[in-house]
Nanobody, 125 residues
Framework: QEQLVESGGGLVQAGGSLRLSCTAS???????????MGWFRQAPGKEREFVAL????????YYVPAVKGRFTISRGSGDDMMYLQMTNLQPEDTGIYYC???????????????WGQGTQVTVSS
């Protein structure tokens, strides 16, 4: 069964850093039909929103303006790992962070057909 699992969340003070990981597993691989993978987040009482994506074939990346310059999305050397390096974290970055896979590059949630369970990121002021 294809599966994505996030890890690396936690509590950090404003200005701090965290590195999130997304591990893909299953048979076939969770990324076998993937064109892009993305990170999304959902703050308390708000809708889930797009954060960043990476093309699985050529590594091109895209970020929302709110995180550009502070967050870096990357993939591992194989097909089973993706990361989100987050620096200079701010309280407004607080939320549950999800990784997801899509058969095309997109920012819309409904383009993504495989999701992880999420990892909590809390930034204190």
């Amino acid at each position: 069964q294809e599966q994505l699992v996030e890890s690396g969340g936690g509590l950090v003070q404003a200005g701090g850093s965290l590195r999130l990981s997304c591990t893909a597993s299953g048979r076939p691989s969770a990324t076998s039909n993937t064109y892009a993978m993305g990170w999304f987040r959902q703050a308390p009482g708000k809708e889930r929103e797009f954060v960043a994506l990476i093309s699985w074939s050529n590594g091109l990346t895209y970020y929302v303006p709110a995180v550009k310059g502070r967050f870096t999305i990357s993939r591992g050397s194989g097909d089973d790992m993706m990361y989100l390096q987050m620096t200079n974290l701010q309280p407004e970055d607080t939320g549950i962070y999800y990784c997801a896979a899509a058969p095309r590059a997109a920012r819309e949630l409904d383009a993504y057909n495989l999701w992880g369970q999420g990892t909590q990121v809390t930034v204190s002021s």
